[in-house]
Structures are given as C-alpha cells and as structure tokens.
Nanobody, 112 residues
Framework: VQLVESGGGLVQPGGSLRLSCAASGFTFSRYPMNWYRQAPGKGREFVARISSAGDTTNYADSVKGRFTISRDNAKNMVYLRMDSLQPEDTAVYYC??????WGQGTQVTVSS
C-alpha cells in the first residue's frame, strides 16, 4: 500500500488549497478514505472521511463548511479542498485508509 500526498504549501489567511492523495497497492474503490492533520506540538486530529463510493462524507466540526473531501475512483485519488484557511489550520496533513495505512504527509502553513 502506498499513499502519496501533495499540494501543501504556504497560504495567507482566507486563502485556499487543494490537497491530493495518490493511492496504490490496494483496491481503492472498496475503501473509505480519511484525511487527518497534526499541528506542531499536538496529536493527530481527524479532519474528514469519504465513503468508498464517494456518496457520504463526514467532517470535524472545526473544518465543516470550509473543507470538502472528494475522490476519483477511476484515478485512485482522494482530494481535500480547503477554503477560508486560518492560522489554526497549519499542520501536516495526512491521508489514510480505514485499515491503518498512512501517507508521509504534506505541510500546510497558513500565515500572513
């Protein structure tokens, strides 16, 4: 199993980013997928989950209404669109499977 995140970077408060996660080594379309994040000095925090078919999503209260998770099963990709970013969104963002595999993470820094 391999998960490779990309799309992180430095963005000003109020800005947007789209993170991508390329999955391989398993039957992607059969599994829900997650995004988590870990801010400096804090534990890993759930951000969003999407069902295997992409028809059900769940979000942490802290990102609800600002972040959107989506997937493309034909491309084995999962995405996290992040709008209205705030400094407290600064973290390393990870995609993960529901059976415990994790990517290496991508850094998102929100700062003016």
């Amino acid at each position: 199993v391999q998960l490779v995140e990309s799309g992180g970077g430095l963005v000003q408060p109020g800005g947007s980013l789209r993170l991508s996660c390329a999955a391989s080594g398993f039957t992607f379309s059969r599994y829900p997928m997650n995004w988590y994040r870990q801010a400096p000095g804090k534990g890993r925090e759930f951000v969003a989950r999407i069902s295997s078919a992409g028809d059900t999503t769940n979000y942490a209260d802290s990102v609800k209404g600002r972040f959107t998770i989506s997937r493309d099963n034909a491309k084995n990709m999962v995405y996290l669109r992040m709008d209205s970013l705030q400094p407290e969104d600064t973290a390393v963002y990870y995609c993960s499977t529901t059976f415990g595999s994790w990517g290496q993470g991508t850094q998102v820094t929100v700062s003016s």
